[in-house]
């Protein structure tokens, strides 16, 4: 099948309540834009602004706060400059391309479309704008583009990576590192040459921005303690979960044998009492970092030393941040807010709001969404939904949680699972207790992040102690259960590479599936799960031996297996680990049944 095919379908999926689309700018329908981030005019008199949702482009000229709005693409997922030029890059999500702008006149006029690896998220330009690189997010690939004079048309090369990537950024005119979008990897690589160098591993997760600053890369992450539990005192001390700022020396990040955590310097965000929840853009000034926090709907200005902290509040979500040459201003994307905020810097202080346009009224998925990435729903405001369920995905990391039906000894965490397509594979929970994806919900925010800003149904044991309980429908749970209905499976890798698995061996593949009884846990008729529990010979630390087994649809979309993650690939899972119950199978059925599961 036509990848570009699979990629157009998953858009339509996706993007069911904007399907409608107008032919001009003056009657473009009522949408949420969800804007995804901005670029300062060469000038610095207008700001441009690359919607997600919308597909659309925003013009504000700053001084007025007067806002124009144009159709440009499906879902923008980025918007970069292309150093040393008038022009901008927009990265289209669903379209799988770069449109090139060229800045005319205070307008943004096309120029050329090139094309990428599908579901391209972010890009980066080397300082001399001669080089682009783009990273897609299911493909697991960086495209590179190669600009020429302006009579030639840029060439293009693909690096394949082992992880999901998202952030990327040059540390000089041909080396870029690129960031895993769940989890702690980092890759090197060479974007003349149009090979991969190098990956490490951090033991941290949702890197969400990358800059170089002299001589060291510094990024945005989170770091999750499988060694500790979900109570409120380790979530109080910082034990469980951290929103931190790393700097790490390129030296070490470019030489194989250098120990890369042991050099990694992190400056901690928030701490007890007040969290800082999932840690955004991040820009580096002489004397400060701001960090956008998605979760707390505020700016955190930190001087270098990593000792003073200063709040600034902004709209919901803030995502991405773009400061003037001087230094002065700030303008803020919020995502959920459809706005950008202006931020005084010299005084600290937020300025305005401006809004991208009118919006339709949020329903129960808009509102669930809003509180899957709030992270003041969780205690003290230490992390969101998103902080472990990255984007509606995993970050592949291990949570002792109440998942399982108590907290384990010590090295007893369960994977987190991905959300993706969840609302079709219940029951839920490890040990499938919850029958009802609303009710698991619930015991999340109760359990996991003691949460008292909301409203749980009356017949779920709720408190209603909160602001939320005097909104319209401030049953949270409910809310936030509609946003994950709206999440849709990954493709798996090969869909989204293009790749074409042998039929022949697929359907052997199948055979071997439904031979050996792998349909008793994992039926395909039932999205791939099934509703019992089952030992499958993998006890836990605590002698849990049943488990309710996870749904295997994009199973080639996650890095780590297993209730426990002890698999990093699906050879593991069946050859050194003979799951379940010491089965073994012969390398030519192996071999065959793991094109069957990537082919899911």
Known sequence: MNPRFVAAAFFVLQTLTAAVRAEAADVLPTLHR????????????LLFVANRQSGTLSTIELKTGQVSERPAGQ???????????????????????????EEVDSRLMPRRRIETALWPVAAACSDDGAVCCVTSLWSRRASVISFGTEDETADSAVIDLP?????????????????????GRLAVVDCRRGTLISVRELPIHNIRDLVCSDGSLLLTHQVLNSAARTEAEHIHWGILMQNEVSSLPLAALINPDADLNAARKSTSVGGPGNGAGDPEAIVVLPDRLIVALGGTDELALIDRAGVREVRVATGSRPIDVVVNRAGTRAAVVNELDDSISIVDLTRNEFVKEIGLGPVPEEGLVERGERAFFNSRMSLEN??????????????????????????????????????????????????GSQSVLHSQIAASLRTTMHSRDYRLDPDLEAVADSKAADEP??????????????????????????????PDEVTRGAAVFASNGCATCHDPFTSLTTDGVFDV????????????????????????????????????????????????????????????????
């Open 34 to 45: 969800r804007p995804s981030s901005a670029v300062l005019s060469f000038d610095e008199s």
């Open 75 to 101: 879902q923008l997922s980025a918007l970069v400059r292309r150093p040393g030029s008038r022009e901008l890059l927009a990265v289209d999500f669903s379209a799988s391309e770069v449109i090139v702008y």
């Open 163 to 183: 992880f999901a990537p998202r952030a990327v950024t040059f540390f000089d005119q041909r080396h870029a590192v690129v960031a895993e979008a769940f989890g």
């Open 382 to 431: 230490w992390m969101s939904c998103h902080s472990c369920h990255t984007d509606g995905h995993t970050n592949n990391q291990l949570a002792d949680t109440l998942g399982d039906g108590g907290y384990g000894v010590a090295g007893d965490a369960k994977r987190v699972p991905s959300l993706l397509g969840v609302w079709s594979t219940g029951p839920w929970a490890w040990n």
């Open 473 to 502: 429908g401030g049953d949270v749970p409910a809310e936030l259960a509609a946003y994950l209905t709206t999440l849709s499976r990954p493709p798996s890798i090969e869909a989204a590479r293009g790749s074409e698995l042998a």
């Open 537 to 600: 010979g993998l006890p836990d630390r605590a002698g849990q031996r049943k488990f309710n087994p996870p749904s295997l649809g994009g199973v080639s979309q996650r890095d780590r297996l297993l209730h426990d993650g002890r698999a990093t690939s699906l050879s593991e899972v069946l050859g050194r680990f003979s799951h379940p119950n010491e089965q073994r199978l012969s390398d030519e059925d192996r071999d065959a049944l793991i094109s069957y599961l990537k082919s899911l």
